[in-house]
Structure formats: structure tokens, C-alpha cells
């Protein structure tokens, strides 16, 4: 069946440093993959989109990538900062319209 | 510009009642869909609505479980004789046209449900 996994443990950083979160997926074959942050108590907001036929996406201190080998994204903060802290999700859609998301990782920027 | 809302934004109610979420999309999306989140799970999805189209309820976990979207705008979620196992934020979200194309989903900021 269809899975993707993200690390359950709560990332740990300090200001400055560069976050990154994994999102691995098996048996799936996806056309697209987003990353959303969610806060507490609020519902998920949309961050990046990359395609299957890109390798990477940047916005901002954002960079996400996407290796469609390994069946893995990278998601990437840079410069992260206090305000960074939050769960982040990822979520793949494939031919259908209805796209899976992984469990999210929490991620603590410390001062 | 509004966002996606959702009301109540909270809801205590006892095991067997019935409940009634609502959704308001933002305007002029196409798209709507339900989903539900457990504490430490990821999102659940339960319903998709796309324009006048058939719903696609392939995530409804049970009969209890039903969805109307009415007037291709507001949509409420309905579970009937609720149990325990039914506690859970129910998130709504919407978006401008079908995903596949690689449309952005807007989330609403969910309702939390309690059954006790």
C-alpha cells in the first residue's frame, strides 16, 4: 500500500541554522509533491509545490527537493529562526486529485 | 480577502447525538474537500466535491458519515450517532480548481470535535 513517512521525532535546532525535514514515500508514483506548515490549532498552509520533472524549488530561506530514485524530498530552512517553529507536512498527489500526506514533523527553532 | 472558515470552531457532544460541521470555501473555488486529523496523525481524507460533479466520498469511514455542498459554496459534514473514536479535528479546505492540475489547497482552521 501507498505510505509516506516522516520523522516522528521533533527536530531540534538552533537559530541560525539550517533545518532539514524528510519526507521518503513508497509504492507511489507521484506527479507532484507540496509541503505545508501547520501550526497549533490551525490548519495547514501551503508552502512549496515541486513537480516529478524538477529537482529543486526555492522560495525564500525555503528549499525543497525531490528525487523521484530514492523516492525522497528534502525540505530546507535556512537562516532558520524562532518563528520556523511549527509541524511541517508533506503530501503527494498522483493522477487523482486526492493527495496523502505524511504525519508532519515538529520542528523547534531554539533563541 | 477571506479565507476558508469553519464553524462551530469547537464541539462537545455526547456519544449517539448527531453533529453538523460547516465549511465556507472562498469564493469562487471549485474544489472542496473534507478531511479528518487525529492527535499524532496525519490528515485523513473524507470527502472531495468538484463543481456540480458526483462527490467522491471514498474516504467516508462510515454510513454514519455524510456530506452536502450546497449551491457549489458551503458545505456541511454530518455524522450521525456519533461515538468516541469519531473525536478528531475536522479540517475543511478548498481550492481554485482540481489538484491534479497542481492547484494549492487553502485549509480552513478546522472544527475540534469531542465526543464524550
Known amino acids: 500500500s501507498q505510505k509516506i513517512e516522516q520523522n516522528s521525532e521533533a527536530l531540534n535546532i538552533q537559530e541560525g541554522k539550517t533545518a532539514t525535514l524528510t519526507c521518503n514515500y513508497t509504492?507511489?508514483?507521484?506527479?507532484?509533491l507540496q509541503w505545508y506548515r501547520q501550526d497549533p490549532g490551525r490548519g495547514p498552509v501551503f508552502l512549496l509545490l515541486?513537480?516529478?520533472?524538477?529537482k529543486e524549488k526555492r522560495k525564500e530561506r525555503l528549499k525543497v527537493t525531490f528525487d523521484t530514485t530514492l523516492k525522497q524530498s528534502l525540505f530546507h530552512i535556512t537562516a532558520s529562526q524562532p518563528a520556523d517553529s511549527a509541524t511541517y507536512l508533506c503530501a503527494l498527489a498522483g493522477g487523482s486529485y486526492i493527495p496523502t500526506f505524511g504525519r508532519g514533523t515538529s520542528l523547534i527553532v531554539h533563541p | 480577502g477571506a479565507g476558508v472558515s469553519q464553524s462551530p470552531s469547537n464541539k462537545v457532544t455526547e456519544k449517539g447525538k448527531d453533529v453538523e460541521l460547516r465549511c465556507d470555501p472562498i469564493s469562487g473555488h471549485t474544489a472542496l474537500y473534507w478531511y479528518r486529523q487525529s492527535l499524532g496523525q496525519g490528515l485523513e481524507f473524507l470527502i472531495y466535491?468538484?463543481?456540480?460533479?458526483?462527490?467522491?466520498k471514498s474516504g467516508l469511514p462510515s454510513d454514519r458519515f455524510s456530506a452536502e455542498r450546497t449551491g457549489g459554496s458551503v458545505s456541511t459534514l454530518t455524522i450521525q450517532r456519533t461515538q468516541q473514536e469519531d473525536s478528531a479535528v475536522y479540517l475543511c479546505a478548498s481550492s481554485l480548481v482540481v489538484l491534479a492540475e497542481g492547484e494549492t489547497q487553502y485549509f480552513g482552521p478546522g472544527t475540534r470535535l469531542l465526543v464524550l
Open positions: 509504492n507511489y508514483s507521484p506527479a507532484y
Open positions: 466535491f468538484q463543481g456540480n460533479s458526483a462527490p467522491d
Open positions: 515541486i513537480r516529478e520533472n524538477e
